[in-house]
């Protein structure tokens, strides 16, 4: 049940996008369409942004898209605004019949 | 409107017991699966534990299972996480989290556990 692995930072200016990867493996992102994306600002409770790959619940700004090649999911926010940033979090059911997450990356926009 | 509550938390000595509760109201507990996922201070999100609707399907991260238990009482609208011979690194704020199966989409805020002598 390793982590899934993201880059620690990522960062951007106002108006630019950026990308967060997330690369598991064949028993996790590379076998199930079943990857979410969560944001979470400082001392809140996370928020779910994306699920199963690309979808955006209610509510979430159309800026957030995810997208999956083979082992690797990605988070893409395009129009930066200065309240993206945020710790994001991806999340992918196992073949353990367990979920895991991804390490964590901190957007700092510029 | 959907919340979920947690209490239990706590300062609990290493090898001690504490059993965290989980408080749903907003929607028909008896039709979602969850979960628990803890967050050390500082680090990132750690899965921990998902129980099915009726609470006969139970999975568990391998840092707890044999020690940590999960149940619901749907009657109750609660949930619950018997956390037992904790260790240091079991020291974190758990989150009681619905899913809509292949996604978490409603988190509570919190319970701080502490473990430490």
């Known amino acids: 049940q390793s982590a899934l692995t993201q880059p620690a930072s990522v960062s951007g200016s106002p108006g630019q996008s950026i990308t967060i990867s997330c690369t598991g493996t064949s028993s996790d992102v590379g076998r199930y369409n079943y990857v979410s994306w969560y944001q979470q600002h400082p001392g809140k409770a996370p928020k779910l942004m994306i699920y199963e790959v690309t979808n955006r619940p209610s509510g979430v700004s159309d800026r957030f898209s995810g997208s999956k090649s083979g082992n690797t999911a990605s988070l893409t926010i395009s129009g930066l605004q200065a309240e993206d940033e945020a710790d994001y979090y991806c999340?992918?059911?196992?073949?353990?019949?367990?979920?895991?997450f991804g390490g964590g990356t901190k957007l700092t926009v510029l | 409107e959907v919340q979920l509550v947690e209490s239990g938390g706590g300062l609990v000595q290493p090898g001690g017991s504490l059993r965290l509760s989980c408080a749903a109201s907003?929607?028909?507990?008896?039709?979602?699966?969850m979960h628990w996922v803890r967050q050390p201070p500082g680090k990132g999100l750690v899965w921990v534990s998902r129980i099915n609707m009726y609470g006969s399907d139970l999975s568990y991260a391998d840092s707890v299972k044999g020690r940590f238990t999960i149940s619901r009482d749907n009657a109750k609208n609660m949930v619950y996480l018997q956390m037992n011979n904790v260790r240091d690194d079991d020291t974190a704020v758990y989150y009681c989290?619905?899913?809509?199966?292949?996604?978490?989409?409603?988190w509570g805020q919190g319970a701080l556990v502490t473990v430490s002598s």
């Open positions: 907003g929607f028909t507990l008896s039709s979602y699966w």
């Open positions: 999340n992918s059911f196992t073949t353990s019949n367990t979920w895991v």
């Open positions: 989290v619905r899913s809509a199966v292949w996604r978490f989409d409603y």
